[in-house]
């Protein structure tokens, strides 16, 4: 796919909900980028001046800004109607309250032009399926922050696949904030979120990777994730009150992928989607602790015996040989030992 005028390399779509106070800062980093990607802004049903302001972007960016406005779906509808429109060689999500940093996002493009500009057609059909990039946790109200790599996971700027890669520190995981996409590869993927309902980015990271064949990591600090809004999903109050949406799409991730046919091809692979779904049960039944009731021990049992019921062996895994079995001990004693090892990774890692 050789470098012509039009083309868009990559497509950004940036869901917002009532997000007038801090979507420009986000869609103003991506302007960076010129007319050699496109914006799409998805006003998800906001009751603030989001529509607005959306609407000023694409008046004054009609080359590279889209407006659009629907209704209230989630910030899973709004991913899912930016890919819908993207026109882009790549797909990447930034939610409205986060933002790239310029100099590594000039490079990024640079590199992705430089595979399109390929004359030769073998090298072209080695355009990477997805980049890996890092991202920053940014406490900014804090003035503090916390930079995730992959530099012992990836080959540095070489095409690889997932037969090459290195063993996942406990920090590391491939969320959405560290990926981009083939837009082409999403849609064969059917890569659809469902609506009204957080954390669905867990979905958006995990499903299509098997069908990824070549990965291209750049050590850049690329995506700018904020910590810190009250009413963040990643804050704990608001995830226990979260927890029905937190279950449903744990149990649409262990679900989705067909682990014993990944694993024939790429046992790496397999290996840290396993250990991806170990996390999210984990989270999902140390918060079911927090709240501390029997209706939430009574769903903590059910999650577990679903996927018992459903693929033993990830169960047996899952269980006796990963983080998450650690969160299913028995006993108050084993409830009050989950909570407090919570407690110290939570200061450990910084996260809400």
Known sequence: MPESEGVKYI?????CYNSQDYMRRCIDSLLVGGEDIEIIIV?????????DIADYYERTYPDIVKAVHKKNGGHG??????LELASGLFFKVVDSDDWLDAGAYRRLL????????????RLI??????????????????????????????????????????????SQYLIMHALMFRTALLKTAEVVLPEHTFYVDNIF??????????????????YHYYIGRADQSVNEKVLMSRIDQQIKVTEIVFKCVDLNAVREKYPKLAEYMCRNISI???????????????????KRKRLWNQ??????????RLKYTTLSGLTYLPGRLGGLLTRSGYRAARKIYQFQ
């Open 11 to 15: 497509s950004f779509a940036v869901p």
């Open 77 to 82: 509808s709004g991913v899912n109607k930016g």
């Open 280 to 298: 999210m049960m984990a989270i999902s039944s140390v918060h079911l602790l927090l709240i501390n009731s029997r209706e939430a021990y009574g």
């Open 110 to 121: 640079a590199q992705i032009k430089k595979f399109c500009d390929m004359k030769d057609t």
């Open 43 to 51: 006003d998800d049903g906001s009751t603030d001046t989001t529509g």
């Open 205 to 222: 990271a995990y499903k299509p990777l098997p069908y990824v064949q070549r990965i291209y990591y750049m050590d850049i600090d690329l």
């Open 125 to 170: 059909r080695e355009i990477p399926d997805l980049f890996v990039c890092n991202y920053i946790y940014d406490h900014l109200d804090e003035g503090t922050h916390h930079t995730i790599h992959y530099r012992n996971v990836f080959p540095t700027e070489e095409i690889c696949d997932w037969n090459d890669i290195g063993r996942f520190h406990t």
């Open 307 to 316: 996927v018992k019921e459903e693929n033993i062996r990830l169960y047996l």
